[in-house]
C-alpha cells in the first residue's frame, strides 16, 4: 500500500511539474518587439561587397546543404581557418577580416544553419547539438590530410567554438580565436540581456528546459530568443538576411552548456579579443574568469573599440596573424 501511495504521489508529482512547465511555454508566446538601437551596424552594413566571393554549397550528413565562402589559396602548409559568425547575423560580416587573412590561411566562411540568404527555416535547426555536427561535417568535407585546423567565432560564435571543444569533437581543432565570445547568459562577462541586443522568453525558455529534462522535444521549435536587430538593417539590402529570433533548440546549441567553465577549460591553444566599448560584454571579465580554469590562453583589450567593431579592428588582424604564423 505504502509503494502504490509512494507511486501515485511520484507520478503526481511529475505531471504537475510537466503542467507548470507547458503553461510556462504558453502563457509566454513570442510577439513583434519594436527594433530599439543596441549594437552599431553601421561598419557592417558600410563593408564594400564587391569582391564578395560565390557561395558554395558543402552537404551535411542529412544531405542538406550550407552555403559556404572561401578565401585563399590553401594547402596543406597552410592551416585550415574556419570562422564562425555570431548571432542574427551570417559569413558576410567576416569579409574584410578573411581577405586579410587569406594569404595565411585556406579560409572557409559558412553561414550556418538557420541563418542567411538560404536558411532552410530562418532561427531553426532540427535538433540542439545541430551546429556542432555541421562543423564537424565541414572540417572533413574542406581540411586537407594533416593539415592544422583553427576555428574563430565572434560573439555567439566564440560561444559555439567554446561549445564545440567541450564537445566529443573537440579535439579536430588545434588553435581557437574568440572574438567578444558570448559564455553564457549569467557569466561576469555578459551585460544584462548583452546590452539590450537580446530579449529572452525567460518563463518560455524554464518551461522548455524542464521539458527537455523529461526528454520531451516536441516543442524545441518554438523561439524563446528575440534579437534587437536596428530598422536600418532591416530596412537596408541585406534586410531579409537578418535573423531576429531564435528556437529553443537553436538558442541552446548555438552556446557553450550549463557548466560552460568545463567547455572553456577543454579550449585548445586559443586568444581571446575583444574591445574595451563593447556593448553587450565586458572585456575586462574575460581574462580572470577563463584564466581560472585553463592557462591555454592569451588576451587583448582593444581600446575603444565596440562588439561588431572589433572583427575589423587592425589590432584583431595582427594578433591572428601572429597566432597563424606560430601554429
Known amino acids: 500500500m505504502m509503494v502504490k501511495q509512494m507511486l501515485t ?23 513583434k518587439r519594436p527594433p530599439i538601437e543596441s549594437l552599431d551596424f553601421d561598419a557592417a552594413l558600410g563593408q564594400d561587397l564587391s569582391d564578395l566571393p560565390e557561395t558554395q554549397p558543402v552537404t551535411m550528413r542529412d ?3 550550407i552555403a559556404v565562402r572561401r578565401y585563399g589559396a590553401g594547402g596543406i602548409d597552410k592551416p585550415l581557418l574556419i570562422m564562425v559568425h ?9 569579409h574584410g577580416l578573411a581577405k586579410g587573412l587569406a594569404a595565411q590561411a585556406d579560409v572557409v566562411v559558412p553561414d550556418l544553419r538557420g541563418h542567411g540568404v538560404t536558411p ?20 572533413k568535407a574542406t581540411a586537407q590530410p594533416n593539415q592544422k585546423v583553427v576555428m574563430l567565432g565572434h560573439s555567439s560564435g566564440g560561444g559555439l567554438v567554446v561549445r564545440f571543444a567541450g564537445g566529443e569533437h573537440g579535439e579536430m581543432i588545434d588553435l581557437a580565436v574568440l572574438l567578444a565570445p558570448f559564455l553564457k547568459h549569467n557569466a561576469p562577462t555578459t551585460r544584462e540581456n548583452s546590452g539590450g541586443w537580446a530579449h529572452v522568453h525567460l518563463r518560455r525558455l524554464i518551461g522548455l528546459s ?5 526528454r520531451i522535444k516536441a516543442l524545441n521549435h518554438l523561439g524563446v530568443i528575440q534579437f534587437s536587430m536596428p530598422q536600418q ?30 567547455d572553456v577549460a577543454a579550449l585548445p591553444a586559443f586568444t581571446v579579443i575583444t574591445g574595451s566599448a563593447d556593448e553587450s560584454f565586458v572585456a575586462a571579465q574575460y581574462q580572470p574568469l577563463m584564466s581560472s580554469v585553463t592557462g591555454k590562453g592569451r588576451y587583448l583589450v582593444v581600446p575603444d573599440i565596440g562588439h561588431l567593431a572589433i572583427v ?3 589590432e584583431t588582424l595582427a594578433a591572428i596573424e601572429e597566432d597563424l604564423s606560430g601554429i
Request: charged share 20%; proline share 3%.
Open 9 to 31: 504521489m511520484i507520478v503526481t508529482s511529475v505531471l504537475i511539474t510537466l503542467g507548470v512547465a507547458v503553461l510556462l511555454v504558453v502563457t509566454d508566446p513570442i510577439k
Open 63 to 65: 544531405r542538406n546543404t
Open 86 to 94: 555570431g548571432s542574427g547575423w551570417h559569413g558576410m560580416q567576416f
Open 120 to 139: 532552410q527555416r530562418r532561427g531553426d535547426i532540427d535538433y540542439i547539438n545541430q551546429f556542432e555536427d555541421d562543423l564537424v561535417d565541414l572540417i
Open 210 to 214: 524542464i521539458l527537455n529534462t523529461f
Open 233 to 262: 538593417v532591416l530596412d537596408g539590402p541585406l534586410g531579409d538576411t537578418a535573423t531576429t529570433r531564435y528556437s529553443y533548440r537553436l538558442n541552446t546549441g548555438f552556446a557553450p552548456r550549463g557548466d560552460y567553465l568545463r
Open 312 to 314: 575589423d579592428a587592425d
